[in-house]
């Protein structure tokens, strides 16, 4: 299994990125697909997550109204758009696969840097 995160950079505050999660060797329907975070010198939070039919999406207080999580299960990809991104969305994000019985996410990817320069 591989979760291959990308699309993140450097920006600078009030732009948009939008990350991508292309997952291989499990069947991507059957998965919930998170998003977290991992700012330097932080734990790891959650971000974002969403259902394999993409009815069920959460998010994360600090980002809600701002990131969109989305999922194209033709393409086994997930993504999330960040919108009006502030210097405190510096980090790296993974994405992270999990069958909806499961309590832990089981597969992660290798993250994607994102950086906000106020």
């Known amino acids: 299994v591989q979760l291959q995160a990308s699309g993140g950079g450097l920006v600078q505050a009030g732009d948009c990125l939008r990350l991508?999660?292309?997952?291989?060797?499990?069947?991507?329907?059957?998965?919930?697909i998170g998003w977290f975070r991992q700012a330097p010198g932080k734990e790891r939070e959650f971000v974002a997550s969403i259902s394999q039919n993409s009815v069920g999406t959460r998010y994360a207080d600090s980002v809600k109204g701002r990131f969109t999580i989305s999922r194209d299960n033709a393409e086994s990809t997930a993504y999330l758009q960040m919108n009006s991104l502030k210097p405190e969305d510096t980090a790296v994000y993974y994405c992270?696969?999990?069958?909806?019985?499961?309590?832990?996410?089981?597969?992660w990817g290798q993250g994607t840097e994102v950086t906000v320069s106020s």
């Open positions: 992270a696969a999990k069958l909806a019985i499961k309590r832990e996410y089981q597969y």
């Open positions: 991508s999660c292309a997952a291989s060797g499990l069947t991507f329907s059957n998965y919930y």
